[in-house]
């Protein structure tokens, strides 16, 4: 069972809640502080990942991280629900507001209008799967695995843990 | 913490200011502003990010969108960062060869008029 799991609404202002919950419970598994810097931009980045793809393909799902303390490894899983390769060719159409609706928050009027996408024409000039590319930089350790129900990141660092479960 | 974002202008120069998260939420923000700076024709940008606490693969999309904006007009857009948590990420993606990195706005000023 993961030490803590999180799941949330596929909006880009929950990245930063899921960075912030990420270290706090990397620090309290014994992960070195130089290594925190690490952990937040890498999550960051596969949950901004998973965001981007929840809102392509299944925007009232939410998307989940399971952050495991074993022992000697800190091991961050962060799934998304998007049906096949993230990074689907264009042409698949975006959500509808209407399906989006049950996942919004009261607020979500006030949420940004998209998330940026690799190659529009509004200055992103990031190809996709940049993302996945700076977390293989972060992580001494990534797999990412595509199944037919989403896609798995999971990552780990060494942690030297004091706190393991009793 | 979010993202603040102010600019002025010195010595024909336009600098922004960022402080705070840069991020999958907040870069729209930085974006709307480069694009704006230059479509009010300011195509000589440098971009303080001494007070930025934390930077992603989207705020680096943002950046490199307003060097390829700037550089349309023979411009250029540079960087005044030396914070080590920030120019590790320029650093493992190839982009400090890209952007030049300074370590003061005053530095980035005299080396972009020295370019001209």
């Known amino acids: 069972m993961a030490t803590v799991e ?3 609404t596929p909006l880009p202002a929950h990245v930063r809640t899921a ?34 793809a929840h809102r392509r393909h299944c925007p009232a799902e939410p998307v989940r991280i399971e952050m495991t303390d074993q022992g000697e490894r800190f091991v961050v899983v962060v799934r998304d629900s ?4 993230s990074s689907a ?11 989006t609706r049950a996942a919004q928050p009261a607020n979500g009027a006030s ?22 590319a700076v977390i293989s930089g972060l992580a001494d350790d990534v797999r990412v695995s595509s199944t037919s129900s989403g896609v798995s990141v999971q990552m780990s660092w060494p942690s030297t843990s004091t706190s393991a479960p009793a | 913490m979010d993202l603040k974002l102010g600019h002025y202008n010195k010595d024909g120069i336009e600098v922004v200011d960022v402080e705070g998260e840069i991020d999958v939420y907040t870069a729209p923000r930085l974006r709307e ?35 390829k904006r700037v550089r349309a007009h023979d411009g250029s857009l540079d960087l005044v960062c030396t914070q080590e948590r920030i120019l590790k990420i320029f650093r493992i993606t190839g982009l400090t060869k890209v952007f030049g990195i300074h370590g003061t706005v005053d530095a980035a000023i005299a080396a972009k008029k020295s370019e001209n």
């Open chain 1, 111 to 132: 949420a940004p209008q998209s998330v940026p996408e690799a190659g529009d024409d509004g200055g992103m000039a990031i190809p996709a799967g940049f993302g996945l």
């Open chain 1, 19 to 52: 960075r912030l919950v990420a270290t706090a419970v990397a620090r309290r598994s014994g992960v070195d502080e130089a290594l925190l810097d690490e952990v937040r931009l890498a999550v960051g980045e596969a949950c901004s990942r998973a965001v981007e």
């Open chain 1, 89 to 99: 060719p264009a042409g698949t159409p975006a959500g509808t507001p209407g399906e």
């Open chain 1, 82 to 85: 998007a049906p096949g390769p």
């Open chain 2, 33 to 67: 502003l480069l694009i704006d700076l230059v479509n009010k024709n300011n195509y000589q940008l440098v971009v303080n990010m001494e007070k930025v606490e934390f930077l992603d693969s989207t705020g680096l999309g943002v950046l490199v969108g307003g060097l």
């Open chain 1, 6 to 8: 999180v799941a949330f």
